[in-house]
């Protein structure tokens, strides 16, 4: 069977393994093309086909996106970056019209979802526990949100509403000065609250950002797929590193509480398709429950990850989306991930 799959945000470093994950059921016959801002992204040495695309929010982007649809026979368009799932989700129906089936939630809850303070909102407004959290409108609205949830006895978490890929992301703590963090940590995205609202201060107004507890306990990537509003498979990737940001070692787990709190906010939103929740315990003791701290209203970066522990999410969630049958309840192994770079070498000459 031969299925003409678009794949948005073809430059990122995960393609070649969402990718591969589709290629490699023998079963089916995926012709890729990858759709990109930058006309040198890595994605087109591994797609078919290769069209650059203005941003997702740009109004030019549905009508570039639907040309193309209807040049390749699209069947289905895999959103991989939140600003292409924003728009995509909304106009559904112009996809769909052209032939192509786009593999999002409905537009309001990707809306939603992809705004943390919303998100947070959201669930809390519909009985499903969430992290203590603030929604700051001013900078003195930070400073109490900030104390409110116990700095500088307690680490807390600021980030942007709106923003993709741990871009924004702070951990405040006062534990280490200033100095020592910049000069000695890797990836820095901690720091003492007065050193990071020094930085903010620049301009007279606060960003949209969302204030919330930081959870110290396990973390879980969970990858959810739904079908008609109700989900189906919730799989954890449990953190091993790094601590924040994308998950570079992870381990597929059957952690029924990470994936009973997963269910419950995918069946929240009425979700459909392929999603990722993030969740994490307080605690090292996990003796609560997990609570959620970002969604992801799409596929997401370690979804290849399914299939080599035996239940291919992705693929499922493009059958889904064409009106085939999928398997149901099917188990996954328990197997770690390492997530790695790999190199593509081209002649220098000829580009």
């Known amino acids: 069977m031969q299925i003409t799959a678009i794949m948005t945000s073809c430059g990122g470093e995960i393609i070649p393994g969402i990718i591969d994950c589709l290629r490699s059921e023998p079963d089916y016959d995926f012709k890729i093309i990858g759709v990109d801002m930058d006309d040198d992204a890595v994605g087109q040495r591994f797609a078919d086909a290769f069209y650059t695309v203005p941003g997702g929010l740009d109004e030019q982007y549905i009508p570039r996106m639907r040309e ?27 996809l769909q019209t052209a032939g192509a089936e786009v593999l999002t939630p409905d537009g309001e809850a990707v809306e939603i979802s992809s705004d943390k303070g919303s998100m947070l909102k959201y669930l809390d407004d519909h009985g ?9 409108d001013s900078f003195e609205e930070l400073d109490e949100a900030v104390a409110e949830l116990g700095y500088p006895e307690k680490k807390v978490v600021m980030k942007p509403r709106r923003q993709r ?18 000069m000695n940590e890797k990836s820095l995205q901690t720091l003492p609250y007065e050193s990071l609202k020094r930085l903010l201060t620049d301009k007279p107004s606060l960003p949209e950002v969302v204030v919330m507890e930081y959870l110290e306990g396990p973390d879980f990537n969970v990858d959810c797929l739904s079908l008609d509003g109700e989900t189906e498979y919730q799989i954890p990737i449990r953190r091993v590193k790094p601590d924040a ?13 990470v994936q009973k709190m997963s269910k419950q906010i ?26 959620v701290y970002e969604i992801n209203p799409r596929v997401s970066g370690p979804i290849a990850t399914h299939k080599a522990a035996g239940v291919n999410l992705l693929l499922y969630g493009i059958l889904a989306a064409l009106d085939h049958s999928i398997p149901t309840n099917k188990d996954f192994n328990e197997i770690r991930v390492h997530r790695c770079w790999q190199e593509i070498y081209e002649d220098a000459k000829s580009l």
């Open 266 to 291: 995918s069946d929240a939103f009425r979700f459909e398709y392929n999603t990722n929740v993030e969740v994490a315990y307080r605690t090292e003791e996990e003796a609560d429950e997990p609570l």
């Open 245 to 257: 940001g994308p998950v570079q070692i992870g381990e597929t787990t059957h952690d029924k509480r």
């Open 128 to 136: 499903v526990s969430v992290p203590e959290y603030r929604l700051p």
């Open 68 to 94: 193309i649809v209807e040049t390749e026979a699209v069947d289905v368009i895999v959103p991989l970056s939140d600003q292409e799932t924003r728009s995509l989700s909304k106009h559904k129906n112009v």
């Open 165 to 182: 890929a741990a871009r924004g992301f702070w951990i405040l703590s006062d534990e280490r000065s200033t100095q020592d963090l910049v």
